[in-house]
């Protein structure tokens, strides 16, 4: 019943920026921990950065300061701002949400050319 919808991705150059959304119905995000995962072609998922209930925030090391998570309690939506991305964040962009059980997002691919 739970349904996350990630938006946001496209193709840019290095350098650009992009900003992610992540939106549900059905579920309030601000009582939960969420996380940004993102999956390379022929890798395996990895966590991109993460926002608890209480607001606190952590990021994967390759993120460097580039990336921020946060929430708008107010549209109920959780974004991930990206800026001076590098080819090397290509990938699909996947929302994550925990409560009881955990859900996924499809996904949102992202596209960084040099």
């Known amino acids: 019943q739970v349904q996350l919808v990630e938006s946001g991705g496209g193709s840019v150059l290095a350098g650009e920026s992009l900003r992610l959304s992540c939106a549900a119905s059905?579920?309030?995000?601000?009582?939960?921990?969420m996380y940004w995962y993102r999956q390379a072609p022929g890798k395996q998922r990895e966590l991109v950065a993460g926002i608890t209930s209480d607001g606190n925030t952590n990021y994967a090391d390759f993120v460097e300061g580039r990336f921020t998570i946060a929430r708008d309690n107010v549209k109920n939506t959780i974004a991930l701002q990206m800026n001076s991305l590098k080819p090397e964040d290509t990938a699909v962009y996947y929302c994550?949400?925990?409560?009881?059980?955990?859900?996924w997002g499809q996904g949102t691919q992202v596209t960084v050319s040099p």
């Open positions: 994550n949400l925990v409560a009881r059980r955990t859900y």
């Open positions: 059905t579920i309030n995000f601000r009582f939960y921990n």
